[in-house]
């Protein structure tokens, strides 16, 4: 654990303290002014059926408590909830009073069934950018998107029209800075060439799949988000819940989420080498989720690990993690275990 009062460079420590020990990292994102929190609540369990945080209520109460342990970044999209928008609104109404202390990010162009009404797959167009915005604000209840993502490219649009119309919308004041999401590592140098030599704002962050397990952006996606300087957010960075240390042994809790939603994830693990992590983090006095997210932490580039949270207690867990930092050493033997 680092219980240093200097940070490391380029990061800044809060004076807020996670069970009087722990506090909590912020970094700039990308090529940009914007400080994030190291650790940050990925929203799409808000409004989500079988979870707690289905309720307004449940809601309140894990946005509160990320809030209170220094969490700064709330990362949603429109299209999470057990119905269109509901995480979005559901975050809307727990930010009353707080907006200004949070760091609010958000994300555009997965199939909305209709909500914003018809769109004929053009989810990247200047025509449905404008209507996707509007949607969002008013359900987030807020003048102004910190950070504005297109969740996946349709295949369709060309980049210059995208970057064009959210271009507009940093001069409108409506969105601050903009990211991208599940694009590959051409599409991301497409999208840093495209800008700069249209004078657009460049996107300042990339969000993609990337754990222990699922390596793949180390292939193409971080060498672009290293080469330009992007902040990379990597979702699903505790596999599912995995790495929780809940599932040790391979046990399948019954009452566990993945167990309703995702179970053939499981089936990926190899629990003999999970079996070897976990005596490699009890020899370190870490557990499981500790190491994981000092792995995390330590890789090149990445701003902050946005996990899902279902509970209180599990983003005070999480937030705790900010204080984990690891050597080199032990940062590469956990990669060769899950190599």
């Not at 400080?35 to 409004?47: A, E, K, P, Y």
């Not at 932490?297 to 867990?317: D, F, H, K």
């Amino acid at each position: 654990m680092d219980g240093a009062s200097v940070a490391p460079p380029g990061e800044e420590w809060s004076e807020r303290i996670v069970k009087g020990m722990t506090r909590m990292r912020y970094r700039p994102l990308g090529p940009s002014g914007l400080m994030v929190s190291v650790i940050g609540l990925g929203c799409n369990n808000l409004g989500r059926d079988k979870t707690l945080t289905q309720t307004q209520q449940g809601t309140d109460a894990v946005v509160g408590a990320a809030i209170d342990a220094g969490i700064t970044l709330f990362d949603t999209a429109d299209i999470y909830g057990s119905t269109r928008g509901l995480s979005e609104e559901r975050l809307g109404v727990a930010l009353k009073g707080k907006r200004d202390r949070v760091v609010l990010a958000t994300k555009f162009g997965m199939d909305m069934a209709g909500t914003n009404g018809p769109e004929w797959g053009a989810r990247a167009s200047r025509r449905y950018i404008r209507i996707a915005v509007e949607a969002s604000l008013r359900r987030l209840q807020t003048d102004w998107i910190d950070l504005y993502q297109l969740h996946r490219p349709d295949g369709i649009t060309p980049i210059e029209e995208t970057l064009a119309a959210l271009d507009e919308l940093i001069a409108e004041g409506k969105i601050r800075y903009i990211g991208h999401s599940n694009l590959d590592g051409w599409q991301i140098a497409e999208a840093e060439f495209t800008a700069r030599i249209g004078g657009h704002p460049r996107f300042v962050s990339a969000q993609n799949e990337y754990s222990l397990i699922e390596r793949g952006a180390e292939r193409e996606v971080l060498p672009a988000v290293n080469a330009y300087g992007l902040g990379f957010l990597p979702f699903f960075p505790l596999f599912n819940g995995v790495f929780t240390g809940k599932f040790g042994g391979g046990a399948r809790p019954a009452d566990s989420r993945i167990m309703h939603t995702r179970p053939e994830v499981l089936d990926r693990v190899d629990w003999d080498v999970y079996a070897r992590y976990e005596a490699f983090a009890a020899s370190r006095g870490l557990t499981v989720l500790e190491a994981t997210y000092g792995w995390l932490l330590a890789q090149p580039g990445l701003t902050s690990v946005i996990a899902g949270a279902t509970r209180p207690e599990q983003v005070v867990q999480n937030a705790a993690c900010a204080a984990v930092s690891l050597g080199e050493a032990d940062v590469a033997e956990i990669s060769a275990i899950w190599s």
